[in-house]
């Protein structure tokens, strides 16, 4: 059964920083290119950022770009989010998922906050 | 960017009845490679993680009733639930996985009546 666990959420103030972590089970992870999407309290989905299987490229939102970072550790099966200056819009559910033939396991979610 | 247009914001339905919903593209979402639309449908229930229903436009995921399906290619494409249960009580949306950003439709939110 493929499982996408999120971690490390939370309140953050205004231009800090936060790293979201999704372990991932149940299928090769180093196969399979993965994503962050996000959802806003009572709003729709947001794709966030992309990463290759091997790490070697990755795709931004206009509005993340330069600071947010996507990364992934293979050995470990795990995606990271970096969040750095962090704003008020940002405040979100963030979604682990795996990208199949597209965007096919979503993991339960990291609740996001950015608030003073 | 490619924009996605997603109709109707909301409906309300008896149980047994069919729901459409539309989502248009703002360019053709059909590959000449392998002539695949790039076109998913997903489900979200209240308090849950969305579920891939449909995918590649037309393709159900595992495990999805048939009363779901999916339809269209280049811009327009609908999602049809015949047959509607009080368990599909649901957003549902539309996504383009065809070229990045990747682009969700507003969503549609389905009631029961």
């Known amino acids: 059964e493929v499982q996408l666990v999120e971690s490390g959420g939370g309140l953050v103030q205004p231009g800090r920083s936060l790293k979201l972590s999704c372990v991932a089970s149940?299928?090769?992870?180093?196969?399979?290119?993965m994503t962050w999407t996000r959802q806003a309290p009572g709003k729709g989905l947001e794709w966030v950022a992309s990463?290759?299987?091997?790490?070697?490229?990755?795709y931004y939102l206009d509005s993340v770009k330069g600071r947010f970072t996507i990364s992934r550790d293979n050995a470990k099966s795990t995606l990271y989010l970096q969040m750095n200056s962090l704003r008020s819009e940002d405040t979100a559910t963030y979604y682990c998922t795996r990208d199949g033939a597209t965007v096919d396991a979503w993991g339960q979610g990291a609740s996001v906050t950015v608030s003073s | 960017d490619i924009v996605m247009t997603q109709s109707p914001f909301s409906l309300a339905v008896s149980e047994g009845e069919m729901v459409t919903i539309n989502c248009k593209s703002s360019q053709s979402l059909l590959s000449s490679g392998n002539q695949k639309n790039y076109l998913a449908w997903y489900q979200q229930k209240p308090g849950q993680s969305p579920k891939l229903l449909i995918y590649?436009?037309?393709t159900r995921q595992s495990g999805v009733p048939d009363r779901f399906i999916g339809s269209g290619s280049g811009t327009d494409f609908t999602l049809t639930i015949s047959d509607v249960q009080a368990e599909d009580l649901a957003d549902y949306y539309c996504?383009?996985?065809?070229?990045?950003?990747?682009?969700f439709g507003s969503g549609t939110k389905l009631e029961i009546k």
């Open positions: 149940g299928f090769t992870f180093n196969n399979y290119w």
């Open positions: 996504l383009q996985h065809y070229s990045y950003p990747l682009t």
């Open positions: 590649y436009a037309s």
């Open positions: 990463i290759t299987n091997t790490g070697g490229s990755t």
